[in-house]
């Protein structure tokens, strides 16, 4: 993609040079997002990846014209979002990769915008509508879901947006944004400003008129006279029960799902030994009620040895001697399961570890570690075909 490099470096170069950090820690951070760009596909991500149904129906926002500067508008009426349907109708990962995608479509207008205005373009505004805000994005998972897409979004496009006005805000999300905040650095946090009931004309005062929606106080509309711009912009909507999928649906087909006791502040783990890069590790687990805690760890493999060894259940004293690989967080997966895929940079072995947050109770793990060989020509996707290891890798 046009914008990809591009994009990454600007941006990274000015949100440390300008605050006066060290060269390497600048070199650090870009590395770090080209890296994690390489992984998820982001360069490809509009050519190669299909959004699902649901989410496209279902999942508010839109691009819908420019302000007076030529920086592209994103409408977003979230507060309209049915996030526990979604949640409970399509995997997170999915939820995560479509909106990897619709910022990468966000960050290609700079250049479109550029060249049809004839002035550099470099960042972008967001409208956040909070009309409706409510219990169905308040769910628990849902919350950790946008805490995730934050800490995204701020590592992989630094300054990308030059304001974000949220409109229509009640009560309740003015005492939720405080929580929220507190995941993004200062600098973007900045850039959220709330207006009042008479939003409209704050709008109008950094977009034009024929830029805006008849619904939010300007005069663009569709063809057919829709004052939303419903062509453009998508609204949400409640999602169907009937949509809804069984907890065992999130499960991948053809692959049992093993189970495993967890006792009261019980762990488990599952070692795997990686001989190269090409291998990946796609999981989904949950447990029957409550939270869990997982993180995944690394010992780096001696080459001189026969092969890596360690003992099917580490206590935390063994892990807190490996490497941290991904970081122990607490994870609400009893109702929708957990999925995601584990990208190995080097050989090892690697240890993915759970344990029961409940000192009273006992809970049942069921899990599937479905471990693949990505071919070279191919793109890191958790759709792509890819095909299943056999003898390459070892499963303690």
């Given amino acids: 993609m046009e914008n990809g490099q591009y994009l990454l470096n600007l941006k990274y170069l000015y949100t440390c040079t300008s605050k006066s950090r060290l060269e390497n820690k600048y070199s650090e951070k870009v590395l770090q997002s080209m890296t994690w760009r390489d992984e998820i596909g982001a360069d490809n991500l509009l050519e190669t990846y299909t959004m699902p149904e649901i989410i496209k129906k279902y999942y508010p926002g839109g691009l819908c014209g420019h302000d007076k500067e030529g920086r592209p508008i994103w409408i977003d009426p979230l507060g309209r979002s049915d996030m526990k349907g979604i949640l409970l109708s399509v995997k997170k990962s999915d939820v995560i990769k479509s909106m990897i995608q619709r910022m990468e479509l966000f960050c290609s207008q700079f250049s479109v915008y550029s060249k049809m205005l004839g002035k550099h373009v470099d960042q972008g505004v967001q409208i956040l509508d909070m009309e409706g805000f409510g219990a169905r994005i308040m769910y628990k ?121 967890l006792g009261r502040s019980g762990t488990f783990s599952v070692g795997f030994s990686v001989p190269d890069s090409r291998h990946v590790i796609q999981y989904v687990f949950a447990v029957d009620w409550g939270t869990l805690d997982f993180g995944v760890f690394l010992s780096p493999v001696d080459n001189d040895a026969d092969g890596a060894t360690i003992c099917s259940d580490p206590g935390m004293n063994d892990v807190n001697k490996m490497d941290v690989f991904q970081p122990i967080t607490t994870i609400d997966c009893s109702r929708v399961p957990e999925d995601g895929l584990l990208i190995f940079e080097k050989p090892g072995y690697y240890c993915v570890y759970f344990r029961n947050t409940s000192r009273i109770y006992r809970k049942t793990l069921t899990y599937v570690m479905d471990v693949k060989v990505v071919q070279e020509t191919e793109i890191l996707d958790t759709d792509v075909t890819m095909e299943t290891a056999t003898g390459e890798i070892t499963q303690l």
């Fill in 141 to 261: 998972p849902a919350l950790d879901l946008f805490i995730e897409l934050l800490h995204i979004l701020d590592d992989n496009y630094p300054e990308t947006l030059k304001r974000t006005y949220i409109i229509n805000a009640p009560r309740m999300f003015h005492v939720g944004w405080r929580f929220l905040k507190t995941f993004l650095n200062e600098d973007t946090a900045k850039k959220f400003k709330f207006l009042d009931k008479d939003f409209p004309e704050k709008l109008l005062e950094v977009i034009d008129a024929d830029q805006l929606p008849v619904y939010y106080g300007g005069t663009k509309c569709d063809p057919d006279g829709n004052p939303k711009c419903e062509s453009l912009v998508c609204y949400g909507g409640i999602v169907p029960k009937e949509l809804y999928k069984n907890r065992d649906d999130f499960f991948p087909p053809g692959i049992p799902p093993k189970q495993h006791l």
